[in-house]
């Protein structure tokens, strides 16, 4: 199977370095730099237990430089990047493969849709962490489940699509409850990233301080009220445990968005506290904890030009 990972930050660069043990893995990104690094140096990965691994995967900026047709293509680009990947998957995959989104958010899969059809998108939840350390130098920061929901029809290839993950070490598993899946990610997400984004902490932090678990456990409230008038069934019993555990298991992480509000680049927050905020207005219910998040990382992001320090 040759797959092409469009997005290869922290966890794309991650992926692609499991990945291209056992298949013919490209990269795309845009940070030209990460670009001439890998080029020059590998894709370096360092590891939970401390060690590194390098990997010699072909990256580029430009998706015309492929060997195309790929197999499957798997989006991990920013939520407001996702139709631009979309029209890059549309360029690149056979006409029998698929775009499979594990990015953070709710709505990506559904532009994915848009754009390549049903029966070429799907999409998936993953557990691991990444963290960019630098121009083609990745950090392993926790490990989880990957589930791949099995909604497009392709029921063959989704099944060979986990089975190259779990023989790349990606413990994959199927499911036939993408909502339930895709809430419970986002919930996980609402939780941790804002917190971590506002505090600069790691996700350890965030189950373990007094003052950031009692908002944690607001905005986590907040959000399965919404889920639970959806009809949501949630892939777990106790929402705020859930996220807790998360956060001992990627305790060392520096969550995306914390990534982001340090590099002073833009956040998906929009995507995920910001989607709790707009999913509630449309249900008529208030949700002020994260709203009060979502407006304040905001406020970080657009006076980043002006921080101190």
Request: charged fraction near 20%.
């Amino acid at each position: 199977m040759k797959i092409a990972v469009i997005g290869a930050g922290a966890m794309g660069s991650l992926f692609g370095s499991m990945l291209s043990k056992v298949c013919e893995v490209s990269l795309i990104d845009i940070n030209d730099e990460h670009v001439e690094a890998v080029r020059k140096n590998g894709l370096i990965v360092e590891n939970m237990d401390g060690s590194r691994t390098i990997s010699r995967v072909f990256m580029t900026t430009r998706h015309a430089e492929l060997a195309k047709p790929v197999d499957l293509a798997i989006i991990f680009t920013k939520s407001y990047h996702t139709q631009d990947a979309a029209f890059t998957a549309q360029a690149i995959l056979d006409p029998d493969g698929v775009a499979l989104t594990l990015q953070n958010g709710i709505g990506n899969l559904e532009i994915l849709q848009k754009v390549l059809g049903t029966q070429m998108a799907i999409a998936g939840v993953t557990s691991h962490g990444g963290t960019f350390l630098g121009p083609g130098i990745v950090r392993h920061a926790g490990k989880g489940l990957t589930h791949i929901a099995n909604i497009s029809g392709k029921n063959t290839l989704i099944e060979k699509i986990a089975e190259i993950f779990n023989a790349a070490n990606i413990e994959a598993i199927l499911s036939d409850n993408w909502k339930s899946l895709m809430w419970g990610k986002l919930i996980i997400n609402v939780g941790i990233n804002a917190l971590a984004a506002i505090c600069r902490v790691p996700n350890g932090i965030i189950g373990k301080n007094f003052q950031c678990l009692g908002i944690m456990k607001d905005a986590v409230s907040e959000a399965v009220a919404v889920s639970n008038l959806l009809g949501v069934k949630l892939p777990y019993e106790d929402p705020v445990e859930q996220v807790k555990k998360v956060c001992e298991a990627t305790s060392a992480n520096r969550a995306s968005m914390l990534q982001d509000v340090l590099r002073g680049t833009r956040t998906e927050i929009g995507a995920i506290n910001g989607a709790i905020v707009d999913e509630a207005k449309a249900l008529g219910i208030l949700t002020p904890v994260n709203q009060f998040l979502t407006r304040t990382v905001k406020a970080i992001e657009t006076s980043a030009e002006h921080r101190i320090g």
